[in-house]
């Protein structure tokens, strides 16, 4: 008896009390709060169908949530600008499995021929400098894929750098983008399939983390000079986003394998205690 | 009178908030998961104290079991051992998930804010006089060159500052330059973000190569302008007899 009451007491005891110990390193170890009170990162969101490439102000936009992120002006290398129109892009994202669409919004209370938007990300497996991949002194560098996209020919550029003066535009153009102004501000979307041929390419697979950074121009003509272009223009340095994974059912099979494992343990330490209590 | 039960519980809710919320008023905050290292082992030795004989472990257990086993229950007691089987099981099943379901966070990146210089920028010392006029051309280089990011107040509050990820640094702040000695300024003035070692993650700083457009001269003088006009020191080597 009591060496059945030890071995119950000893079992029940450590079951529980590990569950309930990991619950609470879970619960109060938070993580680590942004440093600059905006978002962090983008999702880009899984559905089914056609996307709304050609249309920023489509419902289909409307039912995903958005990221915002802090611009400043491009301070890093001359031709510095100390003001900018664009101070902070909004961010949202879908993809149903083959393509992908990236919707930014920015206020610019301008409609001009030269406004422009980009995004960047990183290529491969190597760190890129935000900054058109520019070398780093002590870290080897990657290259970085820019989607551009400029009001005045309404189209985008699939571009390619690594280091200053090594922006160009890619042989093969994968990107598609459309931008409406309303109202004092641009919505831009940018188009293109997950992965591509193109080595050149960011390839965006679902339920990885990529780096992104942003760029915006304000084409507003101030006493005959455009007033942003060039290295002149509002930038982000890089912040993460992923593309949704497929969601994992097997996940929920191993919820119920817990599930009755539970259960199973309370049925037969029970079993056990009433046999010992009517013995 | 107090059942062995009751008192376990006392001893273990007290030890929580001690360490919880008492300690770190003496000492710095533990991590959650030393606090449960020290309830488990409080949690041992009132096991091993209420298992000594069989008569203190029927009283330690023995009501544990009994409530457990559900014999002879009725009222508020049966619903509770019923919320208990129901809320275990539960509560297995919503660590399972939690440990398995894919992270919504972005990976960490723990980025070293002050890593080792490279050895040629090790220990050189400036080379100007710290006088009012080399002072004054350092502040007025500072107001035409690091103003926009680290701001006019030398607080890392320039017009530039918010978009960039990481911050510029606030030179008023103690953790910064005060820590530092002035020939890690000019390194880091001289090479910017992009000479930063790995751990430094030199792809996020916006921090320019100043070497491309300042003398050293005008680095140097900088650094003074720096340090004087956010009241700080630069950190020196303690003299040696």
């Not at chain 1, 039912?63 to 301070?75: D, G, I, N, R």
């Not at chain 2, 091993?48 to 009994?66: D, K, N, Q, V, Y």
């Not at chain 2, 020939?183 to 751990?199: D, N």
């Amino acid at each position: 008896m009591l060496n059945r009451l030890r071995f119950l007491s000893t079992i029940t005891f450590v079951g529980v009390f590990g569950i309930l110990g990991h619950s609470i390193g879970l619960a109060s170890d938070p993580p680590p709060a942004d440093e600059v009170g905006a978002s962090v990162s983008a999702r880009i969101y899984q559905v089914e169908g056609t996307l709304p490439v050609d249309d920023p102000n489509s419902s289909q936009w409307a039912s995903v949530s958005e990221s915002e992120f802090k611009l400043a002006p491009q301070v890093h290398w001359p031709e510095r600008i100390q003001e900018v129109t664009v101070k902070s892009v909004k961010v949202k994202g879908l993809h149903n499995g083959q393509d992908l669409a990236i919707l930014v919004e920015y206020e610019d209370p301008t409609e001009d021929p030269q406004d422009a938007a980009a995004i960047e990300f990183m290529v491969g497996d190597k760190k890129a400098h935000f900054a058109h991949g520019q070398e780093m002194l002590q870290v080897e560098g990657g290259p970085v894929n820019i989607w551009y996209w400029k009001k005045e020919n309404g189209k985008a550029l699939d571009m390619s750098a690594k280091g200053f003066k090594t922006l160009t535009a890619q042989e093969k153009q994968d990107v598609k983008a459309t931008g409406v102004w309303e109202g004092g501000s641009w919505k831009v979307v940018f188009s293109r399939a997950l992965r591509t041929e193109d080595e050149k390419d960011v390839q965006i697979e679902p339920g990885e983390w990529r780096n992104i950074a942003f760029a915006f121009w304000d084409g507003a003509v101030v006493d005959g000079l455009v007033k942003e272009k060039g290295s002149q223009k509002a930038v982000s340095s890089w912040w993460s986003i992923r593309a949704e994974p497929t969601a994992d059912n097997s996940i929920f099979g191993w919820v119920i394998l817990g599930l009755a494992l539970a259960a199973g343990f309370e049925f037969v330490v029970i079993r056990k205690l009433r046999k010992g209590q009517s013995a | 009178m107090r059942g062995p039960i009751a008192s376990g519980a006392i001893l273990l809710v007290g030890m929580f908030i001690f360490l919880k919320f008492i300690l770190p008023l003496m000492t710095a905050p533990l991590p959650a998961s030393l606090i449960y290292l020290y309830l488990a082992l409080t949690l041992s030795g009132i096991m091993i104290f209420g298992t000594m004989s069989a008569s203190s472990l029927e009283s330690l257990m023995g009501p544990i079991f009994r409530f457990l086993s559900g014999e002879g229950q009725s009222g508020v007691g049966r619903t509770a051992r019923l919320a208990v089987l129901v809320l275990f099981p539960l509560l297995v099943g919503w660590q399972t998930y939690s440990s398995l379901a894919p992270s919504d966070m972005p990976p960490g990146e723990n980025r070293t804010i002050h890593p080792a210089p490279p050895g040629e920028f090790v220990g050189l010392a400036n080379p100007y006089q710290n006088n009012e006029a080399n002072v004054n051309m350092g502040k007025g280089l500072y107001a035409a060159y690091c103003s926009p990011c680290h701001g006019a107040n030398y607080d890392g509050k320039g017009t530039a500052a918010p978009g960039f990820n990481p911050p510029p640094a606030n030179f008023s702040d103690p953790g910064t330059i005060a820590q530092l000695q002035e020939s890690y300024l000019f390194w880091r003035i001289k090479k910017g973000g992009v000479g930063l070692p790995v751990e430094g993650m030199p792809w996020k700083s916006a921090m320019p190569r100043w070497e491309v457009e300042l003398p050293d001269e005008f680095i140097w003088k900088i650094i003074m302008g720096e340090y004087d006009g956010a009241h700080q020191s630069p950190r020196t080597w303690e003299e040696e007899e």
